[in-house]
């Protein structure tokens, strides 16, 4: 590893102000690691103003991981062994409302990874854990399938006596590419993105979101407890790494309330040197969207479909007119007749799409049409 272009990259991002405090612009920071220390540091710098520092080191059951260059600056590597961030209990973690985040690169190496007691194989792994807050809430790609999930522990009636294990699935997350994957729970639905983007939800209504005095722990899941097999079998009396990641974690973060697809985006743009994905909404802008005067007192637009919307917003105005008008339009709906124009007049127009929640955002616009009502 080129550790001295790392060390300069980390010196210089530093220097130039852009890691620092860089999602200061959304409220609600519980806590942030950038992982741009240098290699021989033994502490993660929470830069949320908290203070949930996180310490690197070996013990019984796990091993530190390894400084690398990330996304941006530093990130830290996991080689699908016992190696993880015990971040420790913290009152601040315990969130009923919450947006869990972080840039990930995960290898193409597809052993028969285990989970490790000090270092010694116990059973399949099947998951590469992003973070997890044992019995509360997770985020995690699963080994088999690729696929992106993040979970949680919820009891509808607020007391946790009666707490149900509930997850939502995403896509498929690419290896060996550096995607930003991100959860969030707003009190009645649990989502997931990636790169910015709404993929999807579930309905979990619950008046309080299960806490539990288990460790946050990043790039594994620990269990400080005893751990038995399928067969009832201990298998550690104390404690045992469970689902290693197998790759990269950067600039991970953690916030106290559900943030849209929108604010997602702009901690994706604000959070250090270069930039981050393209800003888009949960969906993709409609596609061929086109317009053509029917008569003298109608144009008739229409669209290609976008899957997983709750609809569409049209902006419409005469040519000589800065104001725009709004038209709604249902999901499934991929034309509309605008009735009761002027003749001989042009008109502009405008599309987007809006995702399946409001929590879920919108498209960008689509590009402005110009069309004339005929004689």
């Not at 190496?109 to 854990?129: Q, R």
Request: hydrophobic letters at 35%.
């Amino acid at each position: 590893m080129d550790y001295k272009n790392f060390i300069f990259a980390a010196i210089a991002a530093t220097a130039l102000g852009m890691a620092d405090d860089a999602s200061s612009a959304i409220d609600g920071l519980v806590l942030e690691y950038n992982f741009d220390e240098g290699p021989n540091d033994s502490l993660v710098i929470d830069t949320s103003g908290n203070h949930i520092d996180a310490i690197l080191e070996d013990t019984l059951h796990y091993t530190k991981p390894i400084q690398a260059p990330g996304y941006r600056s530093g990130a830290l590597y996991f080689d699908g062994t016992n190696k993880v961030i015990n971040i420790g209990d913290n009152d601040l973690l315990d969130l009923h409302r919450f947006t869990n985040m972080a840039w990930i690169k995960i290898s193409r190496d597809n052993s028969d990874l285990t989970i490790a007691n000090g270092g010694i194989a116990a059973l399949p792994a099947v998951n590469f854990e992003v973070m997890e807050k044992l019995g509360s809430y997770w985020l995690y790609v699963e080994r088999k399938s690729g696929l992106l999930r993040a979970g949680g522990r919820f009891d509808p009636k607020g007391n946790c006596e009666r707490e149900k294990k509930v997850r939502v699935d995403g896509d498929i997350i690419e290896r060996e590419v550096w995607t930003h994957v991100a959860s969030s729970y707003d009190g009645q639905y649990l989502r997931i993105f990636i790169n910015g983007k709404f993929k999807r939800q579930l309905y979990v209504p619950a008046n309080s979101k299960c806490d539990t005095d288990h460790p946050l722990t990043v790039g594994a899941k620990y269990t400080p407890l005893p751990v038995f097999n399928v067969r009832g079998r201990l298998v550690s009396p104390d404690g045992v790494i469970q689902n290693p990641m197998n790759g990269f974690i950067d600039e991970v973060r953690i916030y106290d309330h559900a943030l849209s697809a929108n604010e997602i985006q702009e901690v994706m743009g604000i959070a250090g040197p270069g930039a981050g994905p393209p800003s888009a909404g949960p969906s993709d802008i409609p596609k061929n969207f086109t317009g053509t005067s029917v008569s003298k007192k109608k144009i008739t637009l229409s669209w290609e479909g976008v899957d997983g919307v709750r609809g569409y917003t049209i902006q419409w105005r005469k040519g000589s007119s800065r104001r725009w008008k709004r038209i709604s339009v249902q999901a499934g709906t991929t034309s509309f007749t605008h009735k009761k124009l002027k003749r001989r007049t042009v008109y502009q127009y405008r599309i987007r799409a809006n995702g399946s929640s409001d929590a879920g955002g919108s498209s960008d616009w689509s590009s402005i049409i110009s069309v004339k009502t005929i004689l």
